[in-house]
């Protein structure tokens, strides 16, 4: 989901009007509006303040954080979100990781092209898999008590 429209729902699932959201962050109403749009990218500490007022937890609050950095990157370097993505992910891994990827990666640049797709196939059935699994490691949350 886009950032703006997932900070409208999350403002709207509260029940606030947008002129509500803009007295409780003393952020201007037509800026906020540009935000839900998609028509401007707010900073970090925007981004805080709107999660804090509206309640929104830590594990959402990250996600919103990481989809504003995705927006900014992709503006400031004139990338695609998809690119900016994968510059995003590849800031998180350790040194150990971006190093083996390197390697991998220049590896698969010397193999021929029917080898090299192939092995990018299985290369995304392991991960999807991990993926799979690490889901169905994770437990059930329970659900609040009235």
């Known amino acids: 989901m886009e950032f703006g429209n997932r900070l409208r729902d999350l403002r709207k ?3 606030w009007t947008l002129e509500e959201l803009e007295d409780k ?4 109403g037509p800026y906020l509006s540009k935000i839900e749009r998609g028509r401007a990218i707010p900073s ?3 981004v805080e303040l709107i999660a804090e007022k509206l309640g929104i937890e830590d594990e959402e609050r990250e996600a919103l954080l990481e989809e504003r950095d995705r927006l900014a990157l992709s503006e400031q370097l004139g990338i695609d979100r998809t690119a ?5 992910a590849l800031s998180r891994l350790d040194e150990e990781a971006r190093t083996a990827l390197a390697r ?9 092209p029917a080898v090299r797709d192939e092995l990018i196939a299985d290369i995304r ?18 659900s609040p008590q009235k």
């Open 13 to 15: 699932a509260k029940g």
């Open 25 to 28: 962050v003393e952020l201007s």
């Open 44 to 46: 970090e500490e925007a």
């Open 84 to 88: 900016a993505e994968v510059v995003v």
């Open 104 to 112: 991998v990666s220049i590896a698969l640049e010397e193999l021929e």
């Open 125 to 142: 059935r392991s991960l999807e898999s991990v993926s799979r699994d690490m889901v169905e490691r994770v437990p059930a949350a329970e």
